[in-house]
């Protein structure tokens, strides 16, 4: 939602659901038509997109297309930052991973990869300090990211013939995750670079994405960094169009599939698209 997260855990205090099952969204720089302000939450703005759709949208999300600022209304706006306004279902006791609070709500991650906002005043059990920030990758993360690759797969046993590793993308991660249809997202924790990983088409498969390249140093390992990581790839991979996420990985991996298959990937029995890593031995996929 924003250029970087800071990220903390919380639990959820009530149970709730969606209010609007098709809600707006849009990217920065679309244009909007802003028709009122909400009384119960002022930090928010009525808004209609091109597409027809209508929702809530922060206003901190918007620029004024005229001088006067959102006094009368209709008012022509701006956005400034892509922006998705749904909600996430919350059980009562569910574990989250939130954002900081905009307007009485918060960006929210749960395991079963999903995201969206919850109100502040559903959520218990804050913790004070953030655990870690989440943002897009920049051209001058690319030799930490190299770094944490080349170290992270040999642990695993990945660093032979077939394997990710020795990918060209990875000495310039920025620049290959840069095209159309692509995202990777870095972990910071202490303001180190600490992880990544990102989504990319799957060669071969129309409408099918591509999890690649997500690896953690120890540092980060037991945070929930995987699942906030792959709750923001999965959600980026919807709102650019994709309908499947696939992924491959190998035996031993066994912390990695767990949190794959929390976050509702089911195994299959082959690979699928022209990925090259033919050292991969467990394949997985998962709806959109």
């Not at 809530?56 to 998705?84: K, R």
């Not at 169009?241 to 298959?261: H, I, P, S, V």
């Amino acid at each position: 939602m924003h250029d970087s997260e800071s990220l903390r855990a919380a639990v959820a205090y009530a149970g709730r659901h969606p209010t609007y099952i098709h809600p707006i969204a849009f990217s920065a720089g679309t244009p909007l038509r802003v028709d009122r302000r909400d009384d119960e939450w002022p930090d928010f703005l009525w808004c209609q997109a091109p597409d027809g759709r209508e929702g809530w949208v922060l206003e901190s999300a918007l620029e004024p297309a005229e001088g006067n600022g959102f006094v009368a209304f209709p008012a022509p706006a701006v956005a400034v930052i892509d922006y998705d306004a749904r909600e996430l279902a919350i059980s009562p006791g569910e574990r989250l991973l939130v954002g900081e609070d905009r307007g009485g709500w918060r960006w929210c991650y749960s395991i079963q990869g999903d995201a969206g906002w919850v109100r502040k005043a559903d959520l218990t059990q804050v913790e004070d300090a953030p655990r870690f920030s989440l943002r897009p990758i920049a051209p001058t993360d690319d030799n930490d990211v190299a770094e944490i690759i080349r170290s992270v797969m040999p642990e695993f046993g990945a660093d032979g013939p077939g394997f990710a590793i020795h990918d060209a993308e990875v000495a310039e991660m920025s620049a290959a995750y840069s095209r159309s249809g692509t995202a990777y997202f870095l972990i910071e924790k202490d303001g180190v670079v600490q992880g990544g990983g990102g989504i990319a088409p799957l060669e071969g498969e129309a409408g099918v994405c591509e999890l690649r390249k997500m690896y953690f140093r120890p540092a980060l390992r037991g945070l929930g960094a995987g699942t906030a990581l792959m709750a923001h790839c999965l959600h980026a991979a919807k709102r650019m169009g994709y309908r499947q996420c696939y992924l491959e990985t190998l035996t031993g991996m066994d912390a990695a599939q767990a949190l794959y298959e929390r976050a509702g990937f089911q195994r299959i029995d082959h690979a699928m698209g022209a990925t090259g890593h033919f050292g991969c031995n467990r394949f997985y996929l998962r709806a959109l």
